[in-house]
């Protein structure tokens, strides 16, 4: 495994690829510009087996990036390490880059979240990106569900995540995306959200890409047909595992889903890698409720477990 020598390098927070959606709007802000010490958030946590429990065996964190120590709180899986991450600054602002990497020895077992939504400010120059890398080795089961993204009116915004994921190992990772801070009006108001999701092996190949535009200003915009179609929150749900056939995971989250008030659809993934589903959903209750539920059934599915009660604050 590689050491990164200077996380505060550019080549290493910055995204290899911007869309050009974003990266038109890239400037030098009046107040701390991108790079600036405070600009600047790292979290790597690597995690490794050590005897019939998940351990915390290296971290490197730089605010505003932070976690929790590890809970053991699946009483179904006592081994099984469950971190919250937290942003100390509130939110994510204008210029802000963020890099999080979470590293899953062989065998491990581990639930990543976050203490809360997170919510990306109102940017008048430049934009903010999140980058997220999450590898999976053999044997491993591996659950990273954030709390949803909450994008205020005039925000920009990219994050770009890739799995890697070993042939042997699961890792179920979801995301929601709101379409404002609706309670105050603010229904995709926000200027861009892009991103783009990767699932690789560990040699590199390339397995299933899944992207997202969000451009309210553009012609057709994002409340039509095949984006959020009126609806305010959009949720995924990614499962890859060989521990079943695919279509049976498919079939699962299909099931799990019905009979929810939210629209929503599942099919497998290429190379029958595992299966997705995504959820239109008009309140967050019933986003929540619906991710949830689709959890909870590929979790009894592939581990035969429920799944665990998170409390938040």
Request: proline content about 7%.
């Amino acid at each position: 495994m590689a050491i990164v020598r200077d996380r505060l390098a550019p080549e290493h927070y910055e995204p290899v690829r911007l869309p050009p959606e974003l990266s038109a709007f890239s400037g030098m802000p009046d107040t701390l510009g991108p790079g600036s010490a405070a600009k600047v958030g790292v979290l790597e946590l690597t995690f490794a087996l050590r005897g019939e429990r998940t351990e915390l065996v290296e971290r490197y964190q730089k605010a505003p990036l932070a976690i929790m120590r590890p809970l053991y709180i699946d009483t179904a899986l006592p081994g099984m390490a469950c971190v919250y991450t937290m942003a100390t600054g509130g939110g994510i602002a204008q210029a802000d880059r963020n890099r999080l990497d979470f590293r899953c020895g062989a065998g491990t077992q581990v639930l990543l979240t976050t203490q809360a939504a997170t919510k990306i400010y109102r940017m008048e120059q430049d934009y903010a990106t999140q980058l997220v890398h999450l590898t999976a080795a053999s044997g491993c089961y591996v659950e990273y569900l954030p709390d949803p993204l909450i994008p205020f009116a005039g925000s920009r915004f990219h994050q770009g995540t890739v799995l890697t994921v070993d042939e042997n190992a699961t890792v179920v990772f979801g995301e929601t995306v709101m379409a404002g801070r609706i309670a105050r009006g603010e229904r995709h108001a926000y200027t861009s959200l892009t991103g783009d999701l990767e699932i690789r092996r560990p040699d590199g190949r390339l397995v299933a890409v899944d992207t997202m535009r969000l451009l309210p200003e553009q012609p057709g915009g994002v409340t039509g047909p095949g984006v959020f179609a009126g609806h305010g929150h959009v949720a995924s749900l990614y499962v890859v595992s060989g521990r079943c056939p695919a279509a049976d995971i498919a079939d699962t989250l299909h099931d799990a889903l019905t009979g929810h008030e939210v629209l929503h659809g599942a099919s497998v993934l290429p190379d029958d890698c595992g299966a997705w589903t995504r959820i239109l959903a008009r309140e967050q209750p019933r986003a929540a409720n619906a991710v949830r539920a689709a959890w909870d059934a590929v979790r009894r599915l592939l581990i035969g477990h429920p799944a665990p009660d998170l409390r938040k604050p």
